[in-house]
């Protein structure tokens, strides 16, 4: 009988040792603590054609060098810019300055100045800085010798753009959104080509109006630059095709300007009134002389808070605007401001009120 009894609890505790436990408490993981789960690594090539591998998505991010602001714009299409920016140059042309009006957290951004160095920037203790690929030799090696990653950008002409935001989307783990801002300017710049492709080109000349320390200077862009390329875009002939350009912008006499006879003259002023500028050379003698004046073809780039000429995201309004200008009659159904209601709703999310109130009113150049 014992041996029956002995047996039985002997049979029972082997059961309860093989049956789960409905109500046991799961031990603690004590492995799975923070620093062994590390996001897998990214690897971004970048405008210069590194491979430049992250062991995760960047969470501090600084922006830095001259005329960033084209760059911190197209950073800000991104709705992760806001949370993981922790630093950036200047973002502001003039007086504007766009980030600030859409960044709720931009009191807390540490601004940089335009030189800023390799120490100053290493202090933000970044995990990303983000720069223009000219900028590789003088200020990205010194930050990289530190440790840093650096990612070189490009953002100057449409085919950089697609790869730029192509960028950004990885480092700001957001693919999906770089894709729809890329079709947002790819769906926009076929139907303008599309449309004016086949017409006549009007001989086209742009100048950018610069009134440094009261010596008016005008300039013509180089060939490659967005604003030569918007004017082809947009169904023109640049002019100064032939003429002998710099890696810049190139200054011109007004015997040039008239030599080139041009059908329409568009005025870009990044320091003025574009609109003040162009009524100012109406009122000349010597300008009325041109034909363009003479049969009110002379124009006043629109701008808001920057002008539209730029490689800046607003490049593409530039090349709406100046599609309709060249092309009246088959654009003849295009609205500038609408246009930029769109365009501002659409890539940043900006609602009707915020539009009326901070982006009209900055409104400058030939628009209704």
């Known amino acids: 009988m014992k041996r029956i009894t002995l047996s039985v609890l002997l049979f029972a505790l082997l059961l309860a040792a093989c049956t789960p436990q409905a109500t046991a408490t799961p031990a603690p993981a004590a492995t799975l603590q ?28 600084v922006i830095a060098g001259k005329g960033l602001f084209m760059i911190a714009d197209a950073a800000y299409l991104f709705p992760e810019a806001s949370e993981r920016i922790v630093g950036l140059g200047n973002a502001g042309q003039g007086t504007s300055n766009f980030i600030s009006l859409i960044d709720p957290d931009f009191a807390g951004k540490v601004i940089l100045e335009s030189n800023a160095g390799a120490e100053q920037i290493a202090a933000l203790q970044p995990d990303l800085v983000i720069l223009k690929s000219y900028l590789a030799e003088t200020t990205g090696a010194p930050i990289e010798a530190l440790g840093i990653p650096v990612i070189y ?20 783990g957001n693919e999906a959104r770089a894709a729809e801002v890329a079709a947002y300017y790819q769906e926009r710049m076929d139907a303008i080509q ?43 002939d640049p002019v100064w ?24 003259i568009l005025i870009v002023a990044y320091n003025a009134n574009s609109s003040d500028v162009a009524a100012g050379l109406e009122a000349d003698p010597n300008w009325q002389a041109l034909r363009a004046v003479q049969e009110n ?37 295009l609205d500038p401001v609408a246009e930029a209601r769109n365009f501002y709703a659409s890539l940043y999310g900006l609602d009707a009120a915020f ?9 400058k150049g030939d628009l209704p």
């Open 194 to 236: 599309q449309t004016a492709g086949a017409a006549e080109k009007p001989r086209t000349l742009l100048l950018y109006y610069n009134n440094k320390d009261g010596n008016v200077a005008f300039n013509v862009p180089p060939m490659g630059w967005i604003q030569t390329r918007m004017v082809q875009m947009a169904g023109g």
């Open 153 to 172: 950008v490009d953002f100057e002409t449409p085919e950089q753009y697609a790869r730029d935001l192509e960028i950004f989307g990885k480092v700001f």
């Open 34 to 61: 923070p620093a062994t789960l590390q996001p897998s690594s990214l690897t971004i090539t970048d405008a210069l054609g590194r491979a430049v591998t992250l062991p995760a998505l960047p969470r501090r991010i």
């Open 355 to 363: 539009f009326d109130q901070n982006i009209l009113p900055t409104f």
């Open 241 to 264: 095709a032939d003429a002998a350009l710099g890696n810049g912008w190139t200054q011109v006499a007004l015997e040039q300007i008239a030599a080139w006879d041009a059908d329409v």
């Open 297 to 333: 073809r002379l124009y006043a780039f629109p701008a808001d808070l920057y002008s539209w000429d730029q490689p800046d995201p607003r490049w593409i309004l530039g090349l709406t605007w100046l599609a309709g200008r060249l092309h009246p009659d088959l654009f003849a159904h």
